[in-house]
Nanobody
Framework: QVQLVESGGGLVQVGGSLRLSCAAS????????MGWLRQAPGKEREFVAA????????AYADSVKGRFTISRDNPKNTVYLQMNSLKPEDTAVYYC??????????????WGQGTQVTVSS
């Protein structure tokens, strides 16, 4: 079965950086669109970033553009989210997601268990 395992979350100060990783198994990783979404306490889950299977297409939420970068390493079956210039409003549980669809920002089929990111001021 498909498994997505996130890592790299933690506590960071405002302006700091973190890199999240998501290791995928049980799927043909190079054929999947991968994404990151997040959910803050008391809020709905929201889209953060996505990357297509062919590396060409990426998408970002307006709130993270210019600060976050999504990338993937197909031989390692891993997707990354580099987060720079972190703000307190970035505090959330971050979820890795996957879908065989060509590209999507809100229609993923598989989810990881999430990793907590806390930005302290």
């Amino acid at each position: 079965q498909v498994q997505l395992v996130e890592s790299g979350g933690g506590l960071v100060q405002v302006g700091g950086s973190l890199r999240l990783s998501c290791a995928a198994s049980g799927l043909t990783f190079s054929s999947y669109t991968m994404g990151w979404l997040r959910q803050a306490p008391g809020k709905e889950r929201e889209f953060v970033a996505a990357i297509g299977w062919n590396f060409i297409r990426t998408a970002y939420a307006d709130s993270v553009k210019g600060r976050f970068t999504i990338s993937r390493d197909n031989p390692k079956n891993t997707v990354y989210l580099q987060m720079n210039s972190l703000k307190p409003e970035d505090t959330a549980v971050y979820y890795c997601a996957a879908t065989p669809r060509l590209f999507t920002e809100d229609n993923f089929d598989y989810w990881g268990q999430g990793t907590q990111v806390t930005v302290s001021s």
